[in-house]
Structure formats: C-alpha cells, structure tokens
C-alpha cells in the first residue's frame, strides 16, 4: 500500500478539471476542497444542538448524520456531517467557505466555556468509488456499512457510507483525523472533478460564496439525505425551516440535469423557462464526453418545461434521475417560495 497523500510521480489524473464519463467504479480521490473541523469541550453538544438542523442525540458511534446550519430566516450558510469521536464532534467545511463559517460559529461558541472549534491538524478526506477500497480499509467490519451515514471508526480515521450515485455506485469516505498513512493504492488515484461529478449524480449539494444564505436546506434536498432533524427543539433557523416542512410550502427543490456545454455553468446562474427565472444553478462538472452534469434549484410547476441557462439559450437541460425521492414535488397548487 501507499500513501494515498503521495500520489504516483507524473500522474495528471488527479489534477484534471474534468471527470470521467462513465465515473470510476473503482478507486479514489483526494478531497482538498473539504476541511475537517474539530469541536471539542464541555458544551460541544448544547452549542452545536442550538446552531445545526441535526439532533445531537442522533450523531453517535456507528452513525454520522449530515447537518446544516442556517441564519435566523432558515437559509443555509453550512452544509456538513457530524462524527462522534469520543466526546467531541469532528465536521467537514468546504475550504472555500470555512473562514467564515467559523467565524459566524465562534460568535455563539464564546457563551460556552472551554469549548473549542478548531481545524484537525493533518486532517484530510477522501472519496470512495465502489466497495474495493472501503473493504481495504475496513475488513471484516465493511458488513457493518450498510447504509449512508453508518461509520466505522478506524486508527486513523473514520470510515463512512455515503449516498450512492442514481446509476447505483457505492460511495464511501474515509476521513483521516491524524498523521498516519491512509493506506490507498496510489495507482487508482481519480481527480477532484470524478468525486464532484459523483456528488451531483447522488444529488448531494455543496454551497458556494454565491450560493450560501439563498436556500432553506429542504430545497437542496437535505431532508431526504438525513440531514434534517424535525422533531428536535429549537435552533438558529428553526421556525422558518419546519414551517415549511409541516405546512408543505416547498414550491422549489433540487434538480439533476445534463447539460451540452463547453464550459460549467457558474454557481447562482438562473435557470429560465422562457424568459422566466425558475431557479438558479447550485453546483456543476463538465465531463469529459463535453457534456455537463449539474444540480439546481427549481420550482417545481416548471421543472418539466424546456429549460435553459441564462446565458446559454440555445442549449436545453435534459433531466436526471436521483437516487432518492421527493414526494414534496407531488403537491399543488403553488405560489412563489
């Protein structure tokens, strides 16, 4: 085995901005848009019940649930997953984003004394395609994944089973909490561009400086990948978040679709029915067929008409399928969200 953080010499596929197309079904990819956070201290529990749409009571050994954390009008500025280690929570940040997360953070964290969020020092995630490297790493425990969320802790790190792709492959994440090595083949390293590209064909959101504080978690769909908790108490964004879940007033969610373009549509770029915004880009991958794949939010009493890019009018977006339901698209009639 080799270090997975030591990637073959000459090799280019980890570094292409383009995935593959069909996906890897096997191998890795080394995560350097995701920083992992540790929150540690007496209060980590209360802080983190009172700021994220997870309950606590829920992120235990064996199971770790994503999170969102929102402003007080229920809009998303975080979109993470929590692990036990021990009596602390360890979180993952987009790099991008994870300045400001903290500090918005720390200003609640001050009322909780000796508790801590701090980057892991030689922290690191990577992704998962298939089984073959995730029984590597997990041997005989690997029967113990069987559905996403569930975690094994390992010497170094934590094991866990993501969402699959809607084409039906297995997704996992080791995230390396120290200095060890992490034990994968560095031969069957894949780029950062074949792991987004995953994360869009399981409909797994990831915000953006364009796109935080726009959307209620329900419209990206993090209900329906565990990442909301509606029976726990009160949080920062909580009102607006189960109202909307109790009262059924989710006119808009998040869409799958493939796009033929020489270049990714930009994170916020509006999605337009004619000459009507309908919804807006949320994340996107160009493969290398010159096609490419994206997630957006839209309304749903338009998602079946013929829909464009503002920008791109000459290009139609062709739906996709995603690997989980969303009855919420089922009801009518609507007004804007």
Known sequence: ??????????????????????????????????????????GTDKF??????????????????????ATPKGRAYCLTRMVRDGENIVMDLDTSLAESTLTHLRKYLMLFRGTSAEPVTD????????????????????SEL??????????????????????????FEFWRTDESEAGLDASKECSLADWQASEIAAGIAALTEETKE???????????????????GCYTGQEIIARMHFLGQLKKSLYRFRLDADQAPTPGAPILAGDRSVGNVVNAVRLQ???????AVVRHDAADEDLTIDGLADQTLAQLPLPYAVPERE???????
């Open 1 to 42: 085995m080799t270090d997975a953080a030591s990637p073959a010499s000459g090799d280019t596929a980890s570094t292409s901005t383009t995935a593959s197309a069909p996906l890897p079904e096997t191998g890795w990819s080394k995560l350097g848009n995701r920083l992992l956070v540790r929150i540690s201290g007496p």
């Open 48 to 69: 983190l019940q009172g700021q994220f749409s997870q309950h606590l009571d829920e992120v235990v050994a064996g199971y770790s649930p994503r999170a969102a954390a």
């Open 123 to 142: 922290g690191c995630v990577f992704g998962l395609f298939g089984d073959s490297e995730a029984k590597r790493l997990a041997g005989q425990a690997f």
């Open 146 to 171: 069987k559905r996403p969320g569930d975690s094994l802790a390992l010497n170094s790190g934590f094991l866990i089973r993501v969402e699959p792709t809607a084409e039906g492959l297995s997704r």
């Open 214 to 232: 726009v959307f209620v978690p329900q419209m990206l769909n993090w209900q329906h990948v565990g990442g909301v908790h509606f029976k726990k």
């Open 289 to 295: 067929n010159g096609t490419c794949e994206l997630l």
């Open 331 to 337: 009801k009518s009639p609507q007004t804007d969200t």
